[in-house]
Structures are given as structure tokens and as C-alpha cells.
């Protein structure tokens, strides 16, 4: 019955495999480091991306879409970035194929049909974003301008893993231009505030926000915000980050403005984004042994119906109370699925939806119609109960809105019971090393320590927490003056 | 005053560049051949794209997402499709980029990153996606699968034109696999309905069904059913497409299923795409002279409201009755913009909303308050009315689905006055270089005829319309016997 998943304790890396294959949710494809999500896992990304959508354009921005390819001449303007990302791109040279005569049937690259500039696979857009904006902007009344674009990015890795690190991601974008600088940090923590908002109450996953540090920076930012998730073996994902570039793509690209005074100046600009790598952290946060656990704000299918019957007469008056049941859902906007597909045993399908985290599970036999009930399971606590027929859709409303909060506080729970803080060196390693989690400790403020302890602990700095209490201490590595704490984990 | 647009009749593809770029809709990219989709054609773009999702899950299809990648070995193994697309590929060739010794700050294409397989960017999907489809079905239990997905494909086209022929565009590919012949068909069958419906129900803008000549097909189909819309310079466009791909990728792939009987066959497939090319077939049969005329039911802004106003206590009054407006509006589903910038004239904003092709504008004066009126008007027709305020919302709402009608029947009316019929070649050439339009005519039937036709008259057969009627008659170039009449246009 039921497919085999490995446990989180037997191998947790397995375990998280197992869950997004067997539970339908992306499959490895014929194209090194590359996925395919499968119909189920985007479901689930299309719900993600409709939330977000609403709260960008809640928050005054458009969308818009730039080409794929950056030409190499334009991606190398801004040199901190191009730097960042020169050894992850994918690159096309040529733009035809043509019969290979040595190989009948086959194609090879035309060597007469080379580019005289070659085109990079963007891994991010700002090269090709501020080359336009330059287009887009002469005046201080040209600006703000507040646009986002859904696309694909390729990022050349050599270890990737389903949704967490892959090759192609799906992503949004926001890219920004300002008149002040004011304006655009203001723009950069608001991002930060919707990612937060969305990760927190529609995906159940508490957050700390935070800035990274110089080593940690998106590379051609002057500041990087994040949010900091912790999954469930204690390590820590950055789910969302959001960056103040200052005027470095500007004067990269020459993009000023007048302003009122009819004065010229550089613009200010933001980028932001969050990607297909949220699918892993919802994942690896919430699941457990039996499967994936999703939370009803956005899972594709929030209830299940499985009818348990014997023959068409029983499944006659299931189906006429199902289907009722069914429309009193829909009228309170729950997504739906009656699986009466008769190809598979309802133990079967108990198994292969809560393997797939349906938070809501109905199961109705003959006498459960005989006594107006409905066996409810829930998927976070995996309770049955048999609950009255009549008001279940109020119920279940409520009972959905509970499990979205049950696994919110299951996390959070879990999260602060993982941060630790540590005084010296050894007592830092050893949390790391057995109890795992987010360790605070002081830090001297120097990359260098950063790049030593990120050697020696495989630990980095997920971020110094925002409104960080100041503190005087001691670096745990190099002994040094510090004034705050900062966060340490091992990451994904 | 407002922005200068070329006439149809002085240059109707500088008219159309014109409307493109000045109506915000794209514009050129750094990139060859690629387009920058500005915010108000993406809008336009999510218009159409929610629409038709909503028809694809309609009929049962759910979204998933390919890789952008296609291994060579796996683009070339259908050999039809591949020899159809090789000569547009663009193609991955290396996966990292290096400090250039010779030109400080500059990146180069590091030799030692060359991959051991060229990557194919998708020109379509069919090749990744039955690579994939390969381990998604073993069993008739495993059919149909309907899958659809939104993406970006690239084709390196050699002449390109905003939307209408861009080299990387957006759009939406449907793969299908089915148990049987038939069914296959009747899947070609209905998306092609879909379209249809699409584009004449919510783009306003008639189309022929029909199917395509071995010679315009899909490379790698049995059969291209399409939809063929007419532009105003009688030019006609290819609207969308549908593909019963018999199981040509089936044994590509080896994808083989096993039947009831434990039988086994080949899978049978379609696939089916529209384009941002419809953006390209909506500004060219509605737009006039003084901009874009777009249909209502996917505009971006379906109303816009401008004040007129003196002075901060006109401007408060009038602010107060455009509120309730607003709400009314949006209360009926009405998408409504107030511009109420205080840096353009009215006459400014009236110019710049008619060139955006904004159905409805309602402009509002102190004096308007007084006599409890607004003045209405209306883009198609360029009407203008002084209408109550009271129920003005209904007014609104009814006057858009006017105009959404009388777009439609215009394009119809024009349409169906340039159709002819052609007897003899004389008489085909010359309505094709006079009065331009599809021409019926009789047609032999044979590939040779057709290319000839091509070469000296510039027209292909655009399709075999759906319940052609058979009729006896001599081809108009070989006059050999023919069955049935064909339509025949240049192409966009």
C-alpha cells in the first residue's frame, strides 16, 4: 500500500527527494540540473505566484518581460555583478543547426553560423533591465518606476537538488528605479515586508528578517535584505531577499534623471525576488514521515472526498450527498477533489493524499450517511473524527484555517527551540554539530573572520537580524571587540 | 499635442511600429530580434492568458513546467521536427564565462566550460516533453495526460517585427497523449474551438477555421488545424494552431502504453499554441489612425476618467462624485483608471488614452457636476455624449459590451468584403496586388502547385476551411481538376 518514502531520521535528504517525486511535485528531466514540475507542484506554484502577484501590484507595481539573453557586452557593465555571476552562465554562441553529413538523421552545430557577440542565458535580469531603463528615463516625472517580471533564469550549478538548486528556476524579479536614495531603501524594505507577510500567513513559515553581510551580499547591491527560514534538520534556507543597489547599475548604464532643479543625477534602484527554491522550504519544513504536509492558503487541493462503498446503489447516494457537499465548499471558495476514480482502494488513496498533504481528508461510507456523519482526518495531526453532515462546510472552513495555524505554530515552535546562543568557539561548533538550529554569537565584523568560521564550521551569517539589539561581547572566533550578536547556521 | 503615429494609408508598417511603440505596448531590445514587453502590453498579455488558462482547465488541461534546455540528441530524434526547426535554434554551447587577460574588466567565454552536448533553447516542446512523458506512462490508466504550459520559446528568425515575428516570444504549447486515435483527434478538435472562441469572443476579431496543406504544416504533425484572421491591409495572420501529431513522437520516444488487453501501443499526441503574436493580430484589425482600438473584455484599463477642473476646490468636488464613480464601476467589474496627474493638459490625456486604445473615457468639469452629467466617449466609433451621472455605471457597462460587439462586427463586415472568389490566374493575381483579402480558388491539390504559387504570386494556402464544401473545378495555375476551393492570402 502506499509508496515508500525514506524517513527524516534514516536520511533526510532521501526523505525530501522521495516527497517531492512521490508526492508529484517535480521529477529530475533529460537536462543536467534542470526539473520538471509536474501538474501538482505547479498548481501549488501558480497559487504562490497568484498571492504574490496580488500583493505586488497591491503595493503599485507592474508587470512587464525582458529577453532571456543578455548580450555578454552588456552583462559585464556592472562589473561586481557580472563578477558574481560569470561562473554559473550558460551561454549561447551559435543560432543554427544543420545536418551532420557524417551522421545521417543527425544535427550538428553550424560553425558558419556563430554569433559575433555571444548571449548570456540571464541568471538575472538587472544588466538587461537597466540598459533598458536607460530608454525609459529622463525625467524625475519618468520615476518611480515599479516593475516585476515571472520568468526563467538559469544559474550554471554543479550540485543541484529538486526545487532547492536547480540549473532553470522559475522566479520573479521586481526591479525598480528612484529618485532618492530614501525612496529606494524605503522600496526595499517594504519587499522585504511582503515577502515576509506571504511566507509567514500563506506558506506557515516563520521568518527572521535580517541584512547580510558584505560576504553574503547579492553581488552589485550595497545592501542586502533576506528572510531566514529554518527547516526541520536545523539548517537554514534564506526564502526571499530583497536589494538596495544604490546608483551601481545606474552609472553602470548610464541611466540619470533630471530632477525638479532640472538638475542630473543617477538613479536609484531595487531588485527583489523569490523563486521555485520557496516549493523546497514549504516542503521541508512542514512534512513528515508519511508525506508531504501543505498549508490549506495554498495547497492545490485543500479537501479530499474518498467514497467507501459496495456497489452502484450505495455509490449512488454517496454521490448525491458528496456532490452537495461539494458545491457548499466551492460557494466558500475551498478547492475540492472527489476521487471515485475505481481503480483504487481507499486505503490507497489515504495513503496517496496524505502523501501529497491535502490538508483535509472526508471519507463517507453507506452508514456514515445512515448516521449524517463524515469521517474528517486532518493531515497535520493525521486525528479522525466523525463530524455531523449537517454545517460541515462551516467546519471544515474553520478546520482549515485551523491546520493553517497549527502549522505555523508547529514551526515556529520548533524554530525557536533552535536558536541557540554561543559564547565561545567550542560551544559553537558543538550546536552546530549535535543540536543544529541558528546559533547567535558575536562576531568581530571582519569578512575575513566570516570566510575563516564559514571554513572551519561550515557555518555562514544568514543575516544580522533587524531592530538587532546592540550588545558588547566577543568575537567566538577571533576574541575581538563585537557589539551585537549575528545569526549562524548551516545552510541549504 | 500627443504623439506623432504614421497613417495606414502613408505606411501601414510604420503605422503598426508606431502603435506598438507608442502605445506602450513593446518596444526593441538590446537584443536581436527580442522585444521588451512594456507594462501596458503585459497587462494586455495576463488579459489574454487568464482567459484562456481559464478555458484550458475548463476543459480538463492542468499547467506543468519543461525545461528550457533540449539536448541535442533529444531535438534531433524526430526527424521531421527537428529538420523543421534546426535552422532557427539558438544553442547553448558553454556554461561559463571567464576574466578576459587581455581586456581588463571585459568577460570572456572560458574554453575549458564547453559542454560535451550541445543544448537546443526550446524553438517548442514537443521533443523535451515526450522524453519526459516516457516515464509518465506505462499504462491506458496513465492517459490521457492534458497538460499545458506557459513559457518562452526561441526562434532565430531572420526578419523580425514586434510580436508579429520576435525571436524569443511568449506563449502557451498544450502536449497531449491519448490511448486512441480518435480521441486524439477530437482534442485537436476542441482546442482548436478554443481558440476560436478566444479570439472572436474576446479579441473581437473573426477567424476561418480550417486546416492546413502538407506544405504549411507542423513539422512533425499528421495534421495542422488553424485559425486564420484577417489584418486591415487584408493580409492574413495565423491566429493559432493545432496539431494532431498522430504517434510520431510516440516512436521518437518509444512511448508505448499498454491497452485493457495488455496490449501494447504507441501513445497517441497533440499540441497546440497561441501566441504574443495575438497581440500583433489585435493592434492590426481594430487600430486606427489615432492609435489602438482595444476590445473591452481584455483591455488593461477599460475606463479612463479625466477632470477638468480650476483650482483645488473644483478639483475636491469633482474628486468626490469620480470616487463614487470608481466604486460603482469596479463594483460591476469594470477596470477603471482616474488620471488625475496635474502635469498633462486634458487635451494631452484624451490623445494619450485614445493612442492606448482605451475603450471608454468619461471626462468631468465643474460644469458637468452642476447639470449632473459626464461626457462619454467612446474609442471605436471616437463618439462623444453627455450622459446623467444617474446609473451612469450600467450606462458604462452596457456601452462596453456595445463596443466589444461593433469591434467584432466591423473586423467581420471588412473580412467578409475581402473575400473573393478566382477562376483564372489573371483574375487571382490581380485582387491579390488590388484589392488584397483572402481569395478562394480552386486548387489541384499538389505541392508543386503550391510552391509555384508561392514563388510567383507571393500568396500561400492559408487553409482547407472546416465544411468546405466540395465543389468541381480547374486549378487556377496547372488547371488540372480540383475538388474544392482553398484560401489563399499573403501572410503575415
Chains 1, 2 share one sequence.
Not at 515576509?196 to 547580510?212: C, H, Q, R, T
Not at 471558495?333 to 489515504?350: A, E, H, L, M
Request: charged share 30%.
Amino acid at each position: 500500500m502506499g509508496k515508500e518514502i525514506a524517513t527524516r531520521e534514516q536520511d533526510y535528504s532521501q526523505w525530501y527527494n522521495d516527497l517531492v517525486i512521490k508526492g508529484q511535485l517535480a521529477d529530475y528531466s533529460a537536462v543536467r540540473g534542470c526539473m520538471v514540475i509536474k501538474p501538482y507542484g505547479y498548481a501549488l506554484w501558480e497559487n504562490m505566484r497568484d498571492v504574490l502577484d496580488r500583493k505586488f501590484k497591491d503595493t503599485g507595481h507592474q508587470n512587464a518581460y525582458f529577453p532571456l539573453f543578455v548580450p555578454k557586452s552588456l552583462f559585464e557593465a556592472e562589473e561586481k555583478n557580472a563578477e558574481g555571476f560569470a561562473k554559473e552562465c550558460a551561454v549561447v554562441t551559435h543560432y543554427r543547426l544543420k545536418s551532420d553529413e557524417s551522421r545521417p538523421g543527425k544535427l550538428m552545430v553550424d560553425p558558419e553560423a556563430k554569433l559575433e557577440e555571444e548571449l548570456v542565458v540571464r541568471p538575472t535580469s538587472e544588466a538587461i533591465i537597466w540598459s533598458t531603463y536607460k530608454d525609459w528615463i529622463q525625467s524625475y516625472r519618468d520615476l518611480p518606476i515599479l516593475v516585476n517580471q515571472w520568468a526563467n533564469v538559469v544559474r550554471w550549478e554543479m550540485r543541484t537538488r529538486l526545487f532547492l538548486r536547480t540549473t532553470e528556476f522559475l522566479w520573479q524579479e521586481g526591479h525598480t528605479a528612484h529618485a532618492t536614495k530614501e525612496e529606494a531603501i524605503v522600496e526595499t524594505k517594504q519587499m522585504l515586508e511582503v515577502y515576509a507577510d506571504f511566507v509567514e500567513n500563506w506558506m506557515a513559515l516563520p521568518v527572521i528578517k535580517g541584512i547580510k553581510t558584505a560576504n553574503e551580499r547579492f553581488a552589485g547591491a550595497e545592501d542586502t535584505y533576506c528572510i531566514e527560514a529554518m527547516m526541520q534538520d536545523g539548517k537554514a534556507l534564506q526564502a526571499g531577499t530583497s536589494h538596495f543597489l544604490g546608483q551601481n547599475f545606474a552609472k553602470a548604464f548610464d541611466v540619470k534623471f533630471s530632477d525638479k532643479e532640472n538638475k542630473l543625477d543617477y538613479v536609484w534602484a531595487t531588485s527583489w525576488g523569490v523563486s521555485t527554491r520557496l516549493i523546497g522550504a514549504l516542503v521541508m519544513a512542514h512534512s513528515d514521515d508519511d508525506g508531504l504536509i501543505l498549508p490549506p492558503k495554498i495547497a492545490p487541493i485543500q479537501v479530499v472526498i474518498v467514497p467507501i462503498y459496495k456497489g452502484d446503489e450505495q455509490k449512488a447516494q454517496i454521490d448525491e450527498k458528496v456532490h452537495a457537499i461539494i458545491k457548499g465548499l466551492k460557494t466558500l471558495g475551498i478547492t475540492v477533489k472527489y476521487d471515485d476514480s475505481d481503480n483504487q482502494r481507499p486505503g490507497w488513496k489515504f495513503a496517496e493524499y496524505e502523501l501529497k498533504g491535502v490538508p483535509v481528508r472526508l471519507a463517507i461510507g453507506a452508514r456514515d450517511l445512515q448516521n449524517n456523519v463524515v469521517e474528517v482526518a486532518r493531515r497535520d495531526t493525521k486525528e479522525k473524527q466523525s463530524v455531523s453532515l449537517d454545517g460541515i462546510e462551516d467546519y471544515i472552513k474553520n478546520l482549515l484555517e485551523e491546520i493553517q495555524q497549527n502549522i505555523y505554530n508547529r514551526a515556529l515552535a520548533f524554530r525557536d527551540d533552535h536558536i541557540s546562543s554561543a559564547d565561545t568557539w567550542d560551544e559553537f561548533v558543538q550546536i552546530l554539530d549535535t543540536k543544529a538550529g541558528f546559533v547567535s554569537a558575536h562576531w568581530d565584523g571582519s569578512s575575513e573572520t566570516e570566510d575563516k568560521i564559514k571554513e572551519l564550521a561550515k557555518a555562514t551569517i544568514r543575516c544580522i537580524p533587524l531592530d538587532n539589539p546592540l550588545e558588547e561581547g566577543k568575537c567566538i572566533f577571533s576574541g575581538n571587540p563585537s557589539t551585537q550578536r549575528v545569526l549562524f547556521a548551516r545552510a541549504y
